[in-house]
């Protein structure tokens, strides 16, 4: 399943899983993430992630599941508005803000909670002090609990934050540690954002350049995934 998904296989992951996720709470929220990862790269799809979201809200049996739920659809909800397919903002804050309340602090699915409330933070409500408490504290409970492709995506935007801020070093070798992580777990779907935001704050224009067309060469592999990079790319 995960090299469907890391090759941006998104459908095909979604059907080894659908079997068992019509039954399991757990098996049909990584079906519900799969298909969402999906709209983000791709921007379509929407209707088979909401429909799974929907199946694994009613599977969900005590406040752990519920709270991983509502986690799912503040994610989806908010990538429905980041994208302009429709604005869920204010659906995307309620989910977070209910998983929030569901979710004990020693819940393994808090670093991420965290982290999607730090996009939510960065993203639609320009508030870069937010986005950087919370993308820290994802930063730390991903350490912590080992979950290295969610490092990789803290470590991106712990390193956007500082970008914002002018920290150039400091982005740099967030940037950096993100493209190590995702070219050591063969997360080839995440690899060519990784390529592209490093090359964006290194000093030698040569190797940036060669960076972004790497970047390009990999989207091209992939099909035109993901979508929002490949049309910056063009």
């Given at each position: 399943?995960?090299?469907?998904?890391?090759?941006?296989?998104?459908?095909?992951?979604?059907?080894?899983?659908?079997?068992?996720?019509?039954?399991?709470?757990?098996?049909?929220?990584?079906?519900?993430?799969?298909?969402?990862?999906?709209?983000?790269?791709?921007?379509?799809?929407?209707?088979?992630?909401?429909?799974?979201?929907?199946?694994?809200?009613?599977?969900?049996?005590?406040?752990?599941?519920?709270?991983?739920?509502?986690?799912?659809?503040?994610?989806?909800?908010?990538?429905?508005?980041?994208?302009?397919?429709?604005d869920r903002?204010?659906?995307?804050?309620?989910?977070?803000?209910?998983?929030?309340?569901?979710?004990?602090?020693?819940?393994?699915?808090?670093?991420?909670?965290?982290?999607?409330?730090?996009?939510?933070?960065?993203?639609?409500?320009?508030?870069?002090?937010?986005?950087?408490?919370?993308?820290?504290?994802?930063?730390?409970?991903?350490?912590?609990?080992?979950?290295?492709?969610?490092?990789?995506?803290?470590?991106?935007?712990?390193?956007?934050?500082?970008?914002h801020d002018?920290?150039?070093?400091?982005?740099?070798?967030?940037?950096?540690?993100?493209?190590?992580?995702?070219?050591?777990?063969?997360?080839?779907?995440g690899i060519?954002?990784?390529?592209?935001?490093?090359?964006?704050?290194?000093?030698?224009?040569?190797?940036?350049?060669?960076?972004?067309?790497?970047?390009?060469?990999?989207?091209?592999?992939?099909?035109?995934?993901?979508?929002?990079?490949?049309?910056?790319?063009?």
């Amino acid at each position: 399943m995960w090299r469907l998904r890391s090759r941006a296989c998104w459908e095909d992951a979604a059907a080894l899983l659908a079997p068992r996720a019509a039954t399991e709470p757990g098996t049909a929220l990584r079906r519900t993430a799969v298909l969402t990862e999906r709209c983000v790269f791709t921007a379509e799809g929407w209707e088979a992630a909401e429909d799974s979201l929907r199946s694994a809200e009613a599977l969900a049996t005590d406040d752990e599941e519920r709270g991983a739920a509502a986690c799912e659809r503040g994610h989806l909800a908010y990538a429905s508005t980041l994208l302009g397919v429709r604005d869920r903002a204010d659906e995307a804050r309620s989910a977070l803000g209910r998983a929030a309340a569901l979710l004990g602090p020693g819940s393994p699915t808090r670093p991420l909670l965290d982290f999607r409330r730090g996009l939510i933070a960065q993203h639609l409500s320009d508030n870069p002090s937010d986005a950087t408490a919370a993308f820290q504290r994802a930063h730390a409970g991903a350490t912590a609990q080992g979950h290295r492709l969610l490092l990789s995506f803290t470590w991106r935007h712990v390193a956007a934050m500082a970008e914002h801020d002018g920290k150039l070093a400091e982005a740099r070798h967030g940037f950096a540690e993100s493209l190590r992580i995702r070219e050591e777990l063969g997360y080839l779907v995440g690899i060519a954002p990784a390529l592209a935001s490093l090359a964006a704050v290194l000093p030698d224009a040569a190797e940036a350049a060669r960076l972004r067309d790497e970047a390009g060469r990999l989207v091209r592999l992939l099909g035109g995934v993901p979508s929002w990079l490949a049309r910056r790319l063009a």
